[in-house]
């Protein structure tokens, strides 16, 4: 069994109608030796088998706690409600769907033992040139292309609890931008000297969920990653902020069958939703409202958006699913949100 310093870190575990992935979560950190962590279950109000998966572990692992709120208050609201649930001197929220490769936790609590970081990223989306070092968060966002997208996944970042305090009013104010919990580290960067340091190996991998309320439309997640960068006074680096989007796009191209440049998978995604009569509107203009640095990339998007007829797109559409073989999919509107 591993041993772990509760006073220094309490994670909290969020969670809302997904007991198949708790399960599997909490058997990765079971099965890890990890029973000495004071991990604590934060339920969004489930009406699955939620607490009947906790209660399972919990026969074995009596660090285990298990909070429900009364009513669903939604995912953005629930990350922030974690921090008044532990009072470790590092916050740590736990999504229940990611990757882990707790074989490296060792690495993780040799650095909570002896770091005065800020911040800690276990890896994700972390350039090479920052790993195993601490280094100051202004130095780190100059340098590297995803620094703040490296922070927005909830499971791959440790931040210092009285970091978190400090700005939690703010992070509430972007509840409904969904990046509410990178909001202590935008205006920290702005106004004091914070320290970040990132693990040298990975210890989780995000696993994208297309399940009906865990996920964003494509030009939606433009558009509430723009509006969060409006918490940055300074222009420059506000559009930096926002041209991590397009680099993500490049990062994600590569890994992509048809691996199109960021303006041509922006024309694709804006014909397809056209095809299928969604308007894409009110986005493309939230684009070019606050997409400081970034609405060049979406000008002939948004040409193609608003002057291609909704007939062709769709005949565009069908073609392309037979060239490349792809199953035919009947959208469904989700109304959870």
């Given at each position: 069994?591993?041993?772990?310093?509760?006073?220094?870190?309490?994670?909290?575990?969020?969670?809302?109608?997904?007991?198949?992935?708790?399960?599997?979560?909490?058997?990765?950190?079971?099965?890890?030796?990890?029973?000495?962590?004071?991990?604590?279950?934060?339920?969004?109000?489930?009406?699955?088998?939620?607490?009947?998966?906790?209660?399972?572990?919990?026969?074995?692992?009596?660090?285990?706690?298990?909070?429900?709120?009364?009513?669903?208050?939604?995912?953005?609201?629930?990350?922030?409600?974690?921090?008044?649930?532990?009072?470790?001197?590092?916050?740590?929220?736990?999504?229940?769907?990611?990757?882990?490769?707790?074989?490296?936790?060792?690495?993780?609590?040799?650095?909570?033992?002896?770091?005065?970081?800020?911040?800690?990223?276990?890896?994700?989306?972390?350039?090479?040139?920052?790993?195993?070092?601490?280094?100051?968060?202004?130095?780190?966002?100059?340098?590297?292309?995803?620094?703040?997208?490296?922070?927005?996944?909830?499971?791959?970042?440790?931040?210092?609890?009285?970091?978190?305090?400090?700005?939690?009013?703010?992070?509430?104010?972007?509840?409904?931008?969904?990046?509410?919990?990178?909001?202590?580290?935008?205006?920290?960067?702005?106004?004091?000297?914070?320290?970040?340091?990132?693990?040298?190996?990975?210890?989780?991998?995000?696993?994208?969920?297309?399940?009906?309320?865990?996920?964003?439309?494509?030009?939606?997640?433009?558009?509430?990653?723009?509006?969060t960068g409006?918490?940055?006074?300074?222009?420059?680096?506000?559009?930096?902020?926002?041209?991590?989007?397009?680099?993500?796009?490049?990062?994600?191209?590569?890994?992509?069958?048809?691996?199109?440049?960021?303006?041509?998978?922006l024309i694709?995604?804006?014909?397809?939703?056209?095809?299928?009569?969604?308007?894409?509107?009110?986005?493309?203009?939230?684009?070019?409202?606050?997409?400081?640095?970034?609405?060049?990339?979406?000008?002939?998007?948004?040409?193609?958006?608003?002057?291609?007829?909704?007939?062709?797109?769709?005949?565009?559409?069908?073609?392309?699913?037979?060239?490349?073989?792809?199953p035919v999919?009947?959208?469904?509107?989700?109304?959870?949100?």
């Open positions: 069994m591993i041993t772990w310093d509760n006073a220094k870190l309490e994670p909290v575990l969020i969670t809302f109608n997904r007991a198949q992935h708790l399960e599997k979560t909490l058997r990765a950190f079971f099965d890890a030796g990890l029973t000495s962590m004071r991990l604590h279950v934060l339920d969004n109000a489930s009406t699955d088998e939620t607490p009947e998966v906790v209660a399972r572990f919990q026969a074995q692992w009596q660090n285990l706690h298990y909070h429900r709120n009364k009513y669903n208050i939604g995912g953005n609201a629930n990350i922030l409600r974690a921090v008044e649930i532990s009072n470790s001197e590092y916050h740590w929220v736990i999504g229940d769907d990611d990757e882990w490769y707790l074989s490296h936790t060792n690495e993780l609590i040799d650095i909570l033992k002896n770091t005065a970081a800020d911040v800690i990223r276990l890896g994700w989306q972390a350039s090479g040139m920052s790993r195993g070092k601490t280094l100051d968060s202004e130095i780190i966002r100059t340098q590297e292309k995803m620094f703040f997208g490296s922070l927005s996944m909830i499971s791959a970042t440790i931040l210092r609890r009285s970091l978190v305090t400090r700005y939690l009013c703010s992070a509430y104010a972007n509840i409904s931008n969904f990046y509410q919990q990178i909001i202590p580290v935008v205006l920290a960067n702005q106004n004091e000297k914070i320290s970040v340091h990132t693990l040298k190996n990975d210890l989780m991998l995000h696993t994208p969920n297309s399940t009906a309320a865990y996920f964003l439309g494509d030009l939606e997640w433009y558009t509430i990653w723009y509006k409006l918490f940055f006074c300074d222009e420059k680096k506000r559009a930096k902020f926002n041209q991590e989007t397009i680099h993500y796009a490049r990062f994600t191209a590569k890994n992509h069958k048809l691996g199109l440049p960021p303006w041509l998978s694709r995604i804006c014909l397809y939703f056209k095809s299928l009569r969604i308007s894409q509107s009110r986005y493309l203009v939230e684009i070019f409202l606050y997409g400081k640095g970034v609405r060049w990339i979406f000008f002939l998007p948004a040409c193609a958006y608003f002057l291609t007829p909704g007939f062709l797109a769709a005949g565009l559409r069908n073609l392309y699913q037979k060239i490349y073989k792809l999919k009947n959208p469904k509107r989700d109304t959870s949100r």
